[in-house]
């Protein structure tokens, strides 16, 4: 499979603890998106790489988060001192530039925290 | 952003046509209307964008009426497999952040055996 994959696809934590989420896009894509979904919701945009740059970040992102994604290649989704508000399925897309309208998600982490 | 309002769902049977309906009356002339479908504990996938002309692919056609301000996903056929949550999503392709989707709540459609 080809496609972007994400790790881990769910994870329970407990509050106040760290927790890391990895994406793998897909090969040649050089624009890689972290996205959020809570209940019931629409995906809600996080933030936006062009290869190893992070070029925006969402005001959603606050200081406990960090999203890296160095060589441009696979990136890391950090949040630290989880809160239950953080819980929410954590996706992940890809995409190619120049962008043609089409994003590609992965199936997404989905973060319980207790 | 320009937004969209979609019906929180809609019902269809199987192997007949959906029209999905989506208004847009603030849609500017740069934005784009695209369409993502979201399979139960999935990630949301691509389904099909246009700008002014109606556009078919292997999954749908879209609609979009003369004045732009609203548009219509068909799918031809419902399968079991098209229950979904289908959102239509407006992108201004000449907007600082062109690159960035807002999704709004979508439709949840059920398709009946």
């Known amino acids: ?45 996080l933030t936006y790489f062009q290869n190893e740059a992070q070029l925006e970040k969402s005001r959603l992102l606050s200081d406990r988060f960090s999203a890296e994604r160095p060589k441009g290649s696979f990136s890391t989704l950090e949040i630290q001192r989880t809160e239950q508000g953080d819980s929410a399925m954590y996706l992940c897309a890809s995409s190619l530039a120049p962008y043609t309208g089409e994003l590609f998600f992965g199936e997404g982490s989905r973060l319980t925290v207790l | 952003d320009a937004k969209t309002t979609q019906p929180n769902s809609m019902e269809s049977n199987e192997e007949e046509p959906v029209h999905l309906p989506c208004n847009h009356s603030t849609i500017s002339g740069t934005d784009y209307i695209h369409w993502y479908r979201q399979l139960p504990s999935q990630g949301p996938e691509y389904v099909i964008h246009g700008l002014t002309s109606n556009v078919n692919n292997r999954m749908a056609s879209l609609a979009i009426a003369e004045d732009r301000k609203s548009s219509t996903l068909i799918l031809h056929r419902a399968t079991l497999r098209d229950a979904a949550v289908y959102y239509c999503i407006l992108r201004d392709v000449n907007g600082g952040s062109n690159y960035k989707l807002t999704f709004g709540k979508g439709t949840l459609l059920t398709v009946n055996p």
């Open chain 1, 1 to 45: 499979d080809t496609g972007v994959s994400q790790d881990p696809r769910h994870k329970i934590t407990k509050r106040g603890q760290n927790v890391t989420f990895r994406c793998d896009p897909i090969s040649e894509h050089n624009r890689l998106y972290w996205y959020r979904q809570t209940l019931g919701q629409g995906p809600e945009f």
